[in-house]
């Protein structure tokens, strides 16, 4: 029988320990079981917390953490360890579930909605949407975060969002529109170093086939996003969901006729915009203005 190391018991303090966005709990209920099903499997093998880090290449704190459901492990982590552990599986297929939990909790039904979505209307008007950040502007945003968030959040949030990146590179690709507002790309976030970088990205991304990038200017006399951001998510089955974000709170929009009006209110707004072609080269110019 494996007998653990002194000073391993499961211990935390919230807003160090605690996982991202759960709001102060010490794991969700995902990683509670992902950790107690990695223990389990840890100790039929024979092998303590130092010896199965020294395998999978992580350190004994940060495997005790893992077990213990107060860090999200990545998704490397959890192939080795299915594989070393003879898993059979089971800890593979929690793997999508584990992945969720580094969203925050407001976040976490419409980061699986957003990767399963065939198609994606964003409309931002105070940051670069997620979708389309470089790394360098993400930890910018989420280090302006009031109250401010520690370290170990900003990094696998700055992870988390990254990681939903993906979506481009699903295949069949799906079909994805953004409609940005001027200001956001007047708004230096993190300096001009980081914000050339992120325009620098929009025209990277904007070149791709599945991909409009469009700007709303500031002289526009009329613009129907008054109200503010918002995602519309179109399902493989027809389905269309409406996802709202302010001040750390979220909305799912799924009754038909409010999604129908926001859908024709990303309609207009793409109408009032730029085009896709202006945008860029909106952007570019831009670029060149830092």
């Known amino acids: 029988m494996v007998r653990e190391p002194e000073g391993t018991a499961e211990v935390g303090t919230p807003g160090v320990d605690a996982v991202p966005g759960a709001s ?3 794991g969700s209920g995902i990683l509670r079981v992902f950790g107690r099903q990695l223990k389990r499997f840890r100790l039929r ?17 940060t495997i005790a953490a893992y077990e213990q459901g107060r ?10 360890a299915d ?12 793997k999508d579930e584990v992945a969720r939990a580094q969203y925050p909790a407001f ?23 997620g979708l389309l950040q470089t790394g360098e502007y993400m930890r910018a945003v989420f280090e302006m975060w009031r109250p ?7 990094q696998q949030r700055v992870a988390a969002r990254l990681a939903r990146q993906d979506v481009f590179a699903r295949k069949p690709a799906p079909l994805v529109s953004f409609v940005i507002d001027e200001s956001v790309l007047r708004r230096p976030l993190g300096g001009r170093s980081v914000m050339r970088g992120q325009l620098e990205q929009l025209l990277l991304v904007g070149e791709f086939r599945n991909v409009e990038i469009q700007v709303m200017p500031l ?8 109200d503010g951001p918002f995602t519309v998510l179109h399902g493989d089955g027809g389905d269309q969901v409406a996802y709202l974000e302010a001040q750390g709170r979220s909305t799912m929009v799924t ?26 080269a909106f952007i570019e110019k831009s670029l060149g203005e830092l």
Do not use: C, K
């Open 24 to 26: 102060g709990e010490l």
């Open 45 to 61: 093998a024979g092998l303590d917390r130092a010896e199965f880090g020294g395998r999978t290449g992580y350190s004994t704190a």
């Open 71 to 80: 860090r999200v492990p990545p998704s490397r982590f959890i192939d080795a």
């Open 83 to 94: 594989e070393l552990l003879d898993a059979g599986g089971v800890l593979q297929e929690m």
């Open 107 to 129: 976040f976490r039904d419409a980061a699986r909605l957003e990767a399963e979505a065939v198609e994606l209307w964003v409309y931002g008007t105070h940051a670069v949407p």
């Open 148 to 154: 401010l968030l520690n370290e170990e959040t900003v």
């Open 219 to 226: 002289n526009r006399e009329d613009n129907a996003g008054v």
């Open 255 to 280: 009754e038909r006729t409010e999604v129908r009006g926001i859908v024709s209110r990303y309609g207009i707004i793409r109408a009032q915009a730029l085009t896709p072609r202006e945008s860029l």
